[in-house]
């Protein structure tokens, strides 16, 4: 995303959401615990916009993404948004569901590392901001409920139909969106939904200490792969080794490459400046 700005000044609050931003690390935390926090239009027009902000701010490094209280999240609010949109006509319905859109793709896109620390329920589109993420860190308590046909809707919403299936396969995808059965803890490790199974109440802990690591290490690096990792997965194998060779030949001529071999010349740690 271009750094470039214009004339809207950075948001000093947000509303639906509780932000901190410390030594390069974000943490985003879904708070709305009485309700599991269950997502409001304000929550998933907040979370599109903080992360276009974040993506504009060459001092983030790293993202973790939380929910306060008993669980990850419940889904979108079942009064304040599925009851809603029962009075929206087409246009308005087709709004909302690319504002949701906007959002898996903000999270896919943005240029750090997001990691999602996930205890409890994350259910709906609680289960598919996970997905999204490029991390899932999960406690044993973590449990995955992509409920969208129990509802009488497609499975595949937020773009979870594309992103499944090239997390756990084609098979397990099929089961997991068509039946809307919960996928626990111990399954989703098994079939690489989860990246790390931490210790009960470890998720936050799990995720902070791996985000701290990725906002240590080489960021451009890292906003690279990441952008290859998503770019290529609809390319064929000669236009993928094609990008890998442009990038490539772009991040030698960096300040990271060099750092490196003066640091493994001078037999000392790399100080990465993400350039």
């Known amino acids: 995303m271009s750094p470039f700005t214009g004339s809207a000044p950075r948001t000093p609050d947000w509303q639906h959401i509780r932000v901190a931003v410390e030594e390069g690390v974000a943490t985003v935390t879904l708070d709305r615990p009485d309700k599991l926090n269950a997502l409001t239009f304000g929550a998933y027009a907040d979370l599109r916009d903080l992360l276009a902000e974040l993506s504009r701010d060459k001092s983030v490094r790293a993202l973790v993404l939380g929910g306060e209280g008993r669980g990850f999240c419940s889904g979108g609010d079942v009064d304040e948004i599925i009851g809603a949109t029962l009075g929206m006509d087409t246009a308005q319905l087709l709004d909302f569901n690319r504002m949701t859109g906007q959002v898996v793709r903000a999270i896919r896109e943005c240029p750090f590392p997001v990691i999602a620390a996930v205890h409890g329920v994350a259910a709906g589109a609680g289960a598919v901001l996970a997905l999204a993420a490029d991390f899932r860190v999960a406690d044993p308590s973590a449990r995955f409920a992509f409920l969208f046909t129990r509802v009488g809707l497609s499975g595949g919403d937020m773009g979870a139909a594309y992103l499944l299936p090239r997390v756990v396969g084609l098979g397990h995808a099929t089961r997991i969106l068509m039946l809307g059965d919960p996928v626990r803890a111990p399954e989703a ?28 290490g080489p960021a451009l690096a890292y906003a690279q792969t990441k952008a290859l990792l998503t770019s290529e997965l609809d390319m064929p194998l000669a236009a993928a080794v094609e990008l890998d060779a442009a990038t490539q030949a772009l991040l030698m001529t960096g300040e990271d490459y060099k750092e490196f071999h003066a640091a493994f010349t001078d037999k000392r740690p790399p100080k990465w400046q993400g350039r």
């Open 189 to 216: 490790e098994r079939i690489g939904l989860i990246s790390e199974l931490t210790d009960e109440g470890r998720a936050p802990e799990a995720a902070q200490a791996l985000a701290r690591r990725l906002a240590d």
